[in-house]
Protein backbone atom coordinates (compact mmCIF):
# COMPACT_ATOMS: atom_id res chain seq x y z
CA UNK A 1 0.00 0.00 0.00
CA UNK A 2 2.41 2.12 0.93
CA UNK A 3 4.36 1.56 -2.36
CA UNK A 4 1.45 1.94 -4.05
CA UNK A 5 1.33 5.68 -2.46
CA UNK A 6 4.40 6.52 -2.77
CA UNK A 7 3.98 5.40 -6.85
CA UNK A 8 0.76 8.10 -6.95
CA UNK A 9 2.47 10.75 -5.05
CA UNK A 10 5.42 10.49 -8.02
CA UNK A 11 2.73 10.57 -10.64
CA UNK A 12 1.26 13.65 -8.76
CA UNK A 13 5.08 15.47 -8.81
CA UNK A 14 5.56 14.44 -12.02
CA UNK A 15 2.15 15.42 -13.83
CA UNK A 16 3.28 18.74 -12.32
CA UNK A 17 6.09 18.74 -14.09
CA UNK A 18 5.12 17.94 -17.30
CA UNK A 19 2.40 20.41 -16.65
CA UNK A 20 5.03 23.36 -16.48
CA UNK A 21 7.59 21.78 -19.21
CA UNK A 22 4.92 19.81 -21.97
CA UNK A 23 8.10 19.35 -24.10
CA UNK A 24 10.63 17.86 -21.93
CA UNK A 25 10.84 14.49 -23.27
CA UNK A 26 12.33 13.40 -20.20
CA UNK A 27 9.69 14.28 -17.99
CA UNK A 28 7.12 12.80 -20.20
CA UNK A 29 9.26 9.37 -20.32
CA UNK A 30 9.45 9.35 -16.74
CA UNK A 31 5.38 10.11 -16.78
CA UNK A 32 5.16 7.00 -19.08
CA UNK A 33 7.31 5.12 -16.96
CA UNK A 34 4.96 5.86 -13.68
CA UNK A 35 1.91 5.16 -15.72
CA UNK A 36 2.90 1.90 -16.77
CA UNK A 37 4.03 0.86 -13.01
CA UNK A 38 0.31 2.33 -12.41
CA UNK A 39 -0.75 -0.54 -14.91
CA UNK A 40 -2.12 3.02 -16.34
CA UNK A 41 -1.24 1.42 -19.89
CA UNK A 42 -3.55 3.75 -22.12
CA UNK A 43 -2.25 6.55 -20.34
CA UNK A 44 1.66 5.18 -20.67
CA UNK A 45 1.00 4.34 -24.08
CA UNK A 46 -0.62 7.83 -24.74
CA UNK A 47 2.05 9.46 -22.79
CA UNK A 48 5.32 7.80 -24.40
CA UNK A 49 3.67 8.68 -28.01
CA UNK A 50 3.64 12.43 -26.91
CA UNK A 51 7.46 11.92 -26.22
CA UNK A 52 8.09 10.19 -29.47
CA UNK A 53 6.42 13.14 -31.42
CA UNK A 54 8.89 15.56 -29.44
CA UNK A 55 11.72 13.14 -30.38
CA UNK A 56 11.13 10.41 -33.00
CA UNK A 57 14.89 9.50 -32.57
CA UNK A 58 15.12 8.20 -29.35
CA UNK A 59 15.62 4.64 -28.85
CA UNK A 60 14.85 4.09 -25.54
CA UNK A 61 11.08 5.46 -25.93
CA UNK A 62 10.50 3.05 -29.05
CA UNK A 63 11.74 -0.16 -26.77
CA UNK A 64 10.20 1.26 -23.62
CA UNK A 65 6.63 1.80 -25.62
CA UNK A 66 7.39 -1.50 -27.38
CA UNK A 67 7.14 -3.18 -23.43
CA UNK A 68 4.12 -1.64 -23.04
CA UNK A 69 2.31 -2.74 -26.37
CA UNK A 70 3.43 -6.41 -25.34
CA UNK A 71 2.14 -5.74 -21.90
CA UNK A 72 -0.76 -5.76 -23.31
CA UNK A 73 -1.13 -8.18 -26.32
CA UNK A 74 -0.64 -5.88 -28.91
CA UNK A 75 1.81 -7.76 -29.96
CA UNK A 76 1.97 -6.65 -33.61
CA UNK A 77 2.39 -2.65 -32.30
CA UNK A 78 5.27 -4.15 -30.11
CA UNK A 79 6.88 -5.87 -33.34
CA UNK A 80 6.94 -2.02 -34.76
CA UNK A 81 7.98 0.16 -32.19
CA UNK A 82 10.96 -2.37 -31.63
CA UNK A 83 11.72 -2.55 -35.21
CA UNK A 84 11.85 1.60 -34.94
CA UNK A 85 14.37 0.81 -32.48
CA UNK A 86 16.51 -1.32 -34.72
CA UNK A 87 16.37 1.70 -37.05
CA UNK A 88 17.37 4.11 -34.87
CA UNK A 89 20.12 1.51 -33.44
CA UNK A 90 20.96 -1.50 -35.65
CA UNK A 91 23.23 -3.41 -33.39
CA UNK A 92 20.95 -3.05 -30.62
CA UNK A 93 20.48 -7.01 -29.05
CA UNK A 94 17.65 -6.00 -26.88
CA UNK A 95 15.46 -4.62 -30.00
CA UNK A 96 16.27 -7.84 -31.84
CA UNK A 97 15.55 -10.76 -29.23
CA UNK A 98 12.26 -8.43 -27.96
CA UNK A 99 11.15 -8.98 -31.88
CA UNK A 100 11.96 -12.63 -31.87
CA UNK A 101 10.13 -13.32 -28.73
CA UNK A 102 7.33 -11.82 -30.29
CA UNK A 103 7.52 -13.32 -33.14
CA UNK A 104 7.24 -16.65 -31.10
CA UNK A 105 4.75 -15.63 -29.17
CA UNK A 106 2.45 -15.34 -32.91
CA UNK A 107 4.08 -18.24 -33.79
CA UNK A 108 6.44 -17.08 -36.68
CA UNK A 109 8.55 -19.67 -36.36
CA UNK A 110 11.06 -18.42 -39.27
CA UNK A 111 10.32 -14.66 -37.99
CA UNK A 112 11.60 -15.58 -34.45
CA UNK A 113 14.59 -17.54 -35.18
CA UNK A 114 15.64 -15.00 -37.58
CA UNK A 115 15.64 -12.29 -35.08
CA UNK A 116 16.85 -14.09 -32.13
CA UNK A 117 19.78 -15.65 -34.09
CA UNK A 118 20.97 -12.10 -34.92
CA UNK A 119 20.27 -11.16 -31.32
CA UNK A 120 22.43 -13.82 -30.46
CA UNK A 121 25.38 -12.63 -32.61
CA UNK A 122 25.43 -9.28 -31.20
CA UNK A 123 25.22 -11.07 -27.72
CA UNK A 124 25.92 -14.57 -27.23
CA UNK A 125 25.05 -15.16 -23.45
CA UNK A 126 21.66 -13.69 -23.73
CA UNK A 127 19.71 -16.38 -21.73
CA UNK A 128 16.04 -15.49 -23.00
CA UNK A 129 17.11 -15.52 -26.57
CA UNK A 130 18.86 -18.87 -26.03
CA UNK A 131 15.71 -20.46 -24.29
CA UNK A 132 12.94 -18.89 -26.73
CA UNK A 133 15.68 -20.06 -30.09
CA UNK A 134 15.46 -23.06 -27.87
CA UNK A 135 11.47 -23.13 -28.74
CA UNK A 136 11.45 -21.98 -32.13
CA UNK A 137 13.98 -24.58 -33.23
CA UNK A 138 11.73 -27.38 -32.09
CA UNK A 139 9.16 -26.41 -33.92
CA UNK A 140 11.27 -25.96 -36.92
CA UNK A 141 12.44 -29.62 -36.47
CA UNK A 142 15.96 -28.48 -35.98
CA UNK A 143 16.47 -30.53 -32.87
CA UNK A 144 20.17 -30.92 -32.70
CA UNK A 145 20.70 -26.80 -32.65
CA UNK A 146 17.65 -27.17 -30.24
CA UNK A 147 19.26 -29.28 -27.59
CA UNK A 148 22.64 -26.96 -28.35
CA UNK A 149 20.74 -23.58 -27.62
CA UNK A 150 19.30 -25.05 -24.86
CA UNK A 151 22.42 -27.00 -23.33
CA UNK A 152 23.92 -23.48 -23.61
CA UNK A 153 21.58 -21.37 -21.76
CA UNK A 154 21.60 -24.12 -18.79
CA UNK A 155 25.02 -23.71 -18.68
CA UNK A 156 24.86 -19.81 -18.11
CA UNK A 157 22.06 -20.12 -16.07
CA UNK A 158 21.97 -23.45 -13.78
CA UNK A 159 18.66 -22.38 -12.06
CA UNK A 160 16.75 -21.69 -14.76
CA UNK A 161 13.76 -24.00 -14.89
CA UNK A 162 12.75 -22.73 -18.42
CA UNK A 163 15.83 -23.61 -19.89
CA UNK A 164 15.71 -27.25 -18.16
CA UNK A 165 12.29 -28.07 -19.46
CA UNK A 166 13.44 -26.16 -23.04
CA UNK A 167 15.70 -28.76 -23.12
CA UNK A 168 13.99 -31.51 -22.13
CA UNK A 169 11.36 -31.09 -24.74
CA UNK A 170 14.19 -30.63 -27.65
CA UNK A 171 15.60 -33.93 -26.24
CA UNK A 172 12.15 -35.67 -26.08
CA UNK A 173 11.26 -34.88 -29.93
CA UNK A 174 15.18 -36.07 -30.76
CA UNK A 175 14.39 -39.32 -29.25
CA UNK A 176 16.60 -39.01 -25.94
CA UNK A 177 14.32 -40.30 -23.43
CA UNK A 178 16.39 -40.42 -20.50
CA UNK A 179 17.87 -37.47 -21.03
CA UNK A 180 14.94 -35.15 -21.22
CA UNK A 181 14.07 -36.95 -17.89
CA UNK A 182 16.84 -35.87 -16.24
CA UNK A 183 16.04 -32.38 -17.46
CA UNK A 184 12.77 -32.44 -16.12
CA UNK A 185 13.97 -33.04 -12.69
CA UNK A 186 15.93 -30.18 -13.03
CA UNK A 187 13.15 -27.77 -14.12
CA UNK A 188 10.85 -29.36 -11.53
CA UNK A 189 13.53 -28.76 -8.87
CA UNK A 190 13.44 -25.11 -10.12
CA UNK A 191 10.06 -24.64 -9.83
CA UNK A 192 9.12 -24.97 -12.81
CA UNK A 193 5.40 -26.01 -13.83
CA UNK A 194 6.05 -28.80 -16.31
CA UNK A 195 3.42 -29.38 -18.52
CA UNK A 196 1.45 -32.90 -16.60
CA UNK A 197 0.66 -33.40 -20.61
CA UNK A 198 4.25 -33.85 -21.27
CA UNK A 199 5.23 -35.46 -18.30
CA UNK A 200 2.88 -38.20 -19.07
CA UNK A 201 4.41 -38.57 -23.07
CA UNK A 202 7.33 -38.73 -21.44
CA UNK A 203 6.64 -41.25 -18.70
CA UNK A 204 5.20 -43.70 -21.32
CA UNK A 205 8.27 -43.41 -23.75
CA UNK A 206 10.30 -44.27 -20.99
CA UNK A 207 8.23 -47.20 -19.96
CA UNK A 208 8.36 -48.29 -23.61
CA UNK A 209 12.13 -48.28 -24.05
CA UNK A 210 12.20 -50.27 -20.56
CA UNK A 211 9.38 -52.73 -21.26
Known sequence: MSENMNSNEMLEAVQKE????????????????IYARLEKFDEAIETFLKAIAIDPYSFELRVNLGSIYFQTGKIEQGIESNKEALRIRPTSAEAMANIGAAYLHLGHWEDAAEYLFQALEKKPDMVPALTGLSTVLVELNRLDEAIEAAKKAVSLSPRFGVAHNNLAVALYYNGQYNEAAEAVKQAKKYNYPVHPDFDKQLADKLSETYA
Not at 18 to 33: F, G, I, M, T
Open 18 to 33: VKENPNSVVALHRLAL
